[in-house]
């Protein structure tokens, strides 16, 4: 990506991104365009979070994809986030804007556990 | 089996009570096996196969994890050992009373996937008593489907007592509001209820508690355990016979402690691996031919003034 020259080239810049970008895109701030794209997945395999731990700057968009034969889930205790019952392929997204430490585990399996770190 | 302090059922280093009566028995091809419960003396065992045919015996059926909807490697297809589960209940010698479920009667919590469960449990044409899984909580409303549908006569998250025959039943709930990190939880409403509901009981009626998670500590590291397990348990001490039947493990797997003895059934749709031989508690994929030894149910016999329920895992194939 070339550097960015001025706020109404960013503006120009991500308006146009937006229109060429197919929807699931579209929420990734522009800011960090120039950046290593901010998407990270945790894998759920074998009844594990892998990372079970993360550190990501804010602004990130976490998903979580679950590649066991049983469905589970991604709760936060503090009610931050709470997915779906993800079957076998499925996914689930949430974009942590504010810096902290958010736990979470899985409704149907409690004894799996994570943490996000969101730092600066 | 001793008991040490608090700390709820354990098991002793050979995992035996050797005070303990209850018996195990497979059926296998033609006739009963018998593999008696972890190295307690066969013996015991025929003489009280050999006494009981004195009396009808009163049966009940347990059925466990359905999860109907479940179509992975590990069986494609769980409505089909469904039925078949089903239809060896018409096969057995003796009719059962009636039939508990003790959980993850769907895999999903869709109404078509409980509609298809009610059509093939009820063409066993018996009276069926249920318990929710986790698996039967994860609607939009966590659960409210499940109240509307099984729940009518239960309290809170779905618990009830009855009794029949002479024992009382009590259906427990362990998969509601469980905490990160932890097991399967009663809560203190459900025990509050409990102490009540069994205060009223003579120490001499048979007492029998179902619930989906082993009520007992089987294996943490895979939450395959009750939280609050043990207080339950402390309620239940004074009785002079307890039967704990649970699902969730996928396996048989029994223990006998004072008078209180534990009992999981198999599913009728995959089978589980043994605690802490697979680096996870996933689906077991077997042999095709394998899997139908593994699926089954259990039946559940009482004979009026004998002390033991004799309970008889039933697999699919054999
Ligand atoms: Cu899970």
Partial sequence: MPPIQSDSALTRRAALLAALMPPLFIHIPAAAEDAAPNVTVIRIENFSFTPAGLTVPPGTTVTWQNNDDIPHTVVSPQKVFRSKPLDTGDRFSFTFAEPGVYSYFCGLHPHMVGTVTVAR | ?318
Avoid at chain 2, 173 to 198: M, P, S, Y
């Fill in chain 2, 1 to 318: 089996m001793t008991i040490d302090g608090d700390d709820g059922p354990r098991f002793d280093p050979d995992g035996i009570d050797r005070r303990g009566f209850l018996e195990c028995m497979t059926w296998a091809g033609t006739g009963l096996l018998w593999s008696v419960a972890a190295g307690l003396p066969a013996a015991i065992g025929m003489r009280q196969a050999l006494a009981a045919p004195a009396a009808t015996p009163f049966t009940f059926l347990q059925i466990s994890d359905s999860h109907v909807g479940f179509d992975k490697p590990a069986n494609p297809d769980a409505r089909a050992t469904l039925r078949e589960a089903i239809a060896k209940i018409k096969t057995l010698p003796s009719k059962p009373a009636f039939m508990i479920h003790t959980g993850d009667i769907s895999h999903l919590s869709k109404d078509k996937e409980f509609d298809d469960a009610d059509q093939i449990i009820g063409e066993a044409g018996i009276p069926v008593f249920y318990v929710p899984g986790e698996h039967d909580l994860i609607d939009e409303g966590t659960g409210a489907a499940y109240l509307a549908r099984y729940g009518k006569n239960a309290k809170g998250a779905g618990w009830f007592s009855f009794d029949q025959n002479g024992i009382h039943y009590v259906g427990l709930v362990n998969v509601v509001n469980l905490k990160a990190g932890g097991l399967g939880n009663l809560g203190d409403e459900q025990l509050a209820w409990l102490k009540d509901d069994l205060a009223g009981q003579s120490a001499s009626t048979p007492i029998v508690v179902f619930a989906h998670i082993p009520l007992w500590t089987v294996y943490p590291d895979w939450g395959w355990g009750t939280s609050d397990g043990a207080e339950a348990l402390s309620y239940l001490r004074r009785f002079g016979s307890v039967t704990v039947l649970n699902g969730h493990i996928h396996q048989v797997m029994q223990k006998v402690e004072g008078a209180i003895a534990f009992h999981t059934a198999r599913s009728t749709a995959f089978p589980q691996p043994a605690p802490g031989t697979a680096p996870s508690p996933g689906p077991q994929k077997v042999p095709a031919g394998e899997l139908r030894k593994l699926l089954g149910i259990a039946t559940v016999d009482f004979v009026r003034g004998s002390e033991p329920l004799a309970i008889i895992d039933r697999p699919l194939d054999g």
